[in-house]
């Protein structure tokens, strides 16, 4: 997702690196590389300019403090190349937001919604992935089926109603969009859904037929949201489409699909600038639960190669419990670390969606991320599985005859076995530094994550060795080596006190 948007800025940040100053010179070189990896990503031609043009004027004319205080008060030095993607982040935050990703209500506090897009930009799909978000909410959704075009659509519908329990409205095709959406209001009234999500036919083109169509599904149920569906596989045809559609109908928002399986993703940086239409939603997977609400901030210091943190507590703050989660947290910094407790971080970390996302949205992780294999952590979860309660508290006992036998039990080798093991021990000793030596860098401390995410899991530790695995250990090396460093500057400063007293 998005990887040649982030090529572009890294290769810009490397160029900087060491750069004593920001100058015509080293800004215009590195903004080469910037509008190279802009274009290849098919964002519009202007707004690359007008992109390019700003973040040059704002870092050359501001002048770069080079001492900072960072939240904690502590002073901290800033690089040209740091302000550099700084004044980046924030022209990139600027060119998609603002935007309030709320769904608006009608004077009930019923919230209504339209699909409006071209034929398979994933409309339908949407729909259950918003029906399914607004359970979350606590709300009862009615889908409404009203693509009467495309024969199987309905069915598809149907289907997917199923699969997360909301009623779906269908009537025969014949009887038209219009009355079919309006008998749905209906219904919707009658049987006290405080939510409606219409679904609506899309068409190769756009053309006066479709227009006039939802012109009058519109004006006939009145949705209080008119969501524009685009995928990123279109590219520069999605901004195009948006601004087709917008001409003709209002629209509140957008939805920008199909960024899980496009590299370039040029359309969500575009789009709002080109449009003035907000995206409100990004989907990034066929699965029902790939549905994010769109913080321009967060695409933004993902497109910089930066992470997402906050998604990341957010992702993880809807599958964990905090009190739990921060108990866990205590006992694992502790050393008190079982592999009963490293299967539960295992499954949270999956309940939080697929592990590459996941690891995407960690700063640094993004080409780790590529790379994890999720059926390396359910081989995990089989080996642990297959052991006694008293190897899971105290692995330090599985010798090799236990191994083989937990091999056997979960279909692997008494290597894989002691690999686990081994690896087990690498991670307890490390939780163990981290717990007598604060947070993990890079992690936002005292929260949530900090704690439990922080303090038990680093998949790139267990999923190393074997074909493909140069990057994973390096992750866990880089980890490893940050401990190292932090042990002898602590060792270093106290010989420096030694040394003062005498
Ligand atoms: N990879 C990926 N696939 C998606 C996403 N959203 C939808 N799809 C897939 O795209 C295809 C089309 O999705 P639909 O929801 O049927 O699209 P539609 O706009 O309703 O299509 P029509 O009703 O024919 O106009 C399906 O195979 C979906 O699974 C997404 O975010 N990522
Ligand atoms: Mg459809």
Redesign the pocket.
């Known amino acids: 997702m998005l990887e040649t948007l982030t090529r572009g800025f890294d290769a810009a940040r490397d160029r900087l690196k060491g750069v004593r100053e920001l100058d015509e010179g080293s800004v215009g070189e590195a903004l080469r590389d910037v509008r190279k990896s802009l274009l290849e990503a098919d964002v519009d031609l202007e707004v690359v300019r007008g992109f390019l043009d700003r973040v040059k004027e704002r870092a050359l004319g501001e002048k770069v403090r080079t001492k900072v205080r960072d939240k904690q008060g502590k002073l901290v030095r800033v690089t040209p190349s740091q302000h550099f993607v700084r004044v980046c982040q924030s022209e990139l935050e600027a060119l998609m937001g603002p935007v309030d990703t709320k769904l608006r209500r009608d004077a009930k506090g019923a919230i209504s919604i339209m699909?409006l897009?071209?034929?398979?930009?994933?409309?339908?799909?949407?729909?259950?992935?918003l029906a399914q978000h607004l359970v979350r909410q606590g709300r009862r959704p009615l889908l409404v089926a009203g693509?009467v075009?495309?024969p199987a659509?309905i069915e598809?519908l149907r289907q997917l109603g199923e699969r997360i329990e909301v009623p779906v409205h269908s009537d025969d095709p014949g009887v038209g969009a219009v009355a079919i959406c309006k008998a749905a209001r209906e219904r919707a009234r009658a049987e006290r859904h405080d939510a409606l999500i219409f679904?609506?036919?899309?068409?190769l083109a756009v053309d006066d037929a479709l227009m006039a169509e939802l012109q009058a599904v519109r004006e006939s149920v009145e949705p209080a949201n008119s969501l524009l569906?685009c995928?990123?596989l279109m590219g520069r045809d999605a901004v195009n489409v948006a601004q087709a559609f917008s001409e003709r109908l209002e629209l509140d928002g957008l939805v920008l699909?199909?960024?899980?399986?496009d590299a370039r993703g040029g359309a969500a940086l575009a789009i709002k600038a080109v449009t003035g239409v907000p995206i409100k939603f990004?989907?990034?997977?066929?699965a029902l639960d790939?549905?994010e609400a769109f913080r321009p901030e967060g695409l933004a210091s993902r497109i910089l190669g930066m992470g997402d943190i906050v998604g990341l507590v957010e992702d993880f703050e809807a599958v964990a419990d905090e009190q739990e989660a921060e108990a866990d947290a205590e006992r694992i910094l502790r050393g008190k670390f079982g592999m009963d407790d490293l299967l539960k971080q295992l499954r949270l970390i999956q309940k939080m969606g697929p592990l590459g996302d996941v690891l995407g949205k960690l700063p640094g992780f993004g080409q780790l991320a590529q790379q994890v294999d999720e059926r390396e952590l359910g081989k995990v979860e089989s080996m642990i599985q297959s052991m006694t309660p008293a190897e899971r508290q105290r692995p330090e006992m599985i010798d090799r005859s236990r191994a083989s036998r937990i091999g056997r039990g979960s279909g692997r080798l008494q290597s894989d076995v002691l690999e686990l093991v081994k690896r087990f021990e690498q991670m307890r000793e490390m939780m163990s530094a981290l717990g007598s030596g604060g947070g993990l860098p890079g992690l936002p401390g005292g929260g949530q994550l900090a704690g439990a995410g922080g303090g038990g899991f680093d998949p790139g530790m267990l999923l190393g060795g074997g074909a493909g695995g140069g990057q994973r250990i390096s992750a866990s090396t880089a980890m490893r080596r940050r401990q190292q460093a932090k042990r002898k500057r602590k060792q270093a400063r106290k010989s420096r006190k030694k040394h003062k007293k005498r």
Request: proline share 0%.
């Open positions: 699909l897009g071209l034929q398979g930009v994933g409309k339908t799909t949407v729909a259950a992935k693509d075009h495309r659509a598809q679904d609506t036919a899309g068409r569906v995928d990123a699909t199909k960024l899980d399986g990004l989907g990034t997977g066929e790939r549905l």
